[in-house]
């Protein structure tokens, strides 16, 4: 099952992505392989307290002091015992969290600079994968701020935050920049992209009018059922 899913996260070949783009920066190194440092005491932890099952899918390994990696978590909460089965984002700084939640995981680690980090990594391949700077770029008037861009900026804009959710939805293992699965957040959207986040909360007003996501609080962004249906 672990080498399985490995094998999956190997495919996804960073150097390859990276070597596509114009401006080559430093590499991420991926580390196929099994947690190391406070992560792996963690995840171990979880395994042995809570029987979670929790394996690796991409280690971005920086010169820091901490290791940020995409995981695959699977287990029963600890408080709830609601079953659990998805993907999001774990740090060094998670040692020292009581409890098994995903959701409250990530919140532990949500202000880390390693985090932010491994964020922006990941916007370089949704850049690649949807050229998302090369087209807003393309379509940016140069003298307005982001709210006076034409109608076809926003509108390519908004297009791109739905497919950044269909593909998560879809494909969770290719990591789409977001800190867990099933969602996206205003603030790392506009950190993606290089937009004011009021004109990414005004963006997930129009997808939440048109229904492509549901109970828009403003932050969080949620596929609806409908959209996932189509
Ligand atoms: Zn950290």
Same mark, same amino acid.
């Given at each position: 099952m672990r080498h399985e899913i490995l094998r999956h996260s190997v495919a996804i070949d960073e150097q390859e992505v990276f070597c596509l783009i114009h401006k080559p920066v430093a590499l991420p190194e991926i580390q196929p392989s099994h947690f190391v440092g406070r992560v792996a005491s963690w995840a171990e932890y979880a395994e042995r307290r809570y029987g979670d099952s929790i394996n690796p899918v991409m280690t971005y390994v920086e010169s820091g002091p901490h290791h940020v990696s995409w995981i695959h978590h699977e287990g029963d909460d600890w408080q709830s015992g609601e079953h659990f089965s998805t993907y999001h984002v774990i740090c060094?700084?998670?040692?020292?969290?009581?409890?098994?939640s995903p959701q409250q995981s990530v919140q532990h680690v949500l202000g880390c600079n390693a985090v932010l980090h491994a964020l922006q990594r990941r916007a370089v391949f949704v850049d690649h994968t949807y050229r998302t700077g090369e087209i807003l770029a393309a379509l940016r *008037?140069? !003298?307005?701020g982001d709210f006076e861009q034409k109608y076809t900026f926003h509108k390519s804009a908004v297009k791109t935050i739905g497919d950044l959710l269909e593909l998560d939805a879809r494909?969770?293992? /290719?990591?789409? *920049?977001?800190?867990?699965?099933g969602e996206h957040r205003v603030s790392v959207l506009a950190t993606l992209f290089q937009l004011h986040p009021e004109v990414v909360k005004w963006y997930g007003r129009l997808l939440e009018e048109s229904g492509v996501? /549901?109970?828009? !609080?403003?932050?969080i962004l949620r596929l609806s059922p409908e959209s996932l249906a189509a």
């Open positions: 060094d700084c998670i040692a020292g969290l009581n409890g098994n *008037g140069p !003298d307005t494909h969770p293992k /290719e990591w789409p *920049g977001n800190v867990i699965s996501i /549901e109970d828009f !609080d403003g932050e």
